[in-house]
């Protein structure tokens, strides 16, 4: 079994720059592909940040420049560090991972969420 935790949230002033940290536990062969997700209300999930095993990243248009990936593998933990943050970055902000939990099998996982909401 594999379990996905994250933290970081809360309650953020604009311009605010919390860290989101997800660990992820049990059975674990090899982690790929780690990523956050975020879903507004009354919105659609959408992909925030990606970070492949070779390092390589990707983002949404909407944070590039104001967030950060990185993962730690011998920590099994992805982060997400968000600088600038403005009330339309409010959202539950989701982890999601592909593991192994053998060789040759993948699958992907996701954390429960974290709220975070964006106010004066």
């Known amino acids: 079994q594999v379990q996905l935790v994250e933290s970081g949230g809360g309650l953020v002033q604009p311009g605010g720059s919390p860290r989101l940290s997800c660990a992820a536990s049990g059975h674990i062969f090899s982690i790929n592909n780690m990523g956050w997700y975020r879903q507004a209300p009354g919105k659609e999930r959408e992909l925030v940040a990606g970070?492949?095993?070779?390092?390589?990243?990707n983002y949404a248009d909407s944070v590039k420049g104001r967030f950060t990936i990185s993962r730690d593998n011998a920590k099994n933990m992805v982060y997400l560090q968000m600088n600038s943050l403005k009330p339309e970055d409010t959202a539950v902000y989701y982890c999601n991972t592909f593991i192994s939990p053998m060789p040759a099998l993948v699958h992907a996982y996701w954390g429960q969420g974290t709220q975070v909401t964006v106010s004066i």
């Open positions: 970070i492949r095993n070779s390092g390589s990243t």
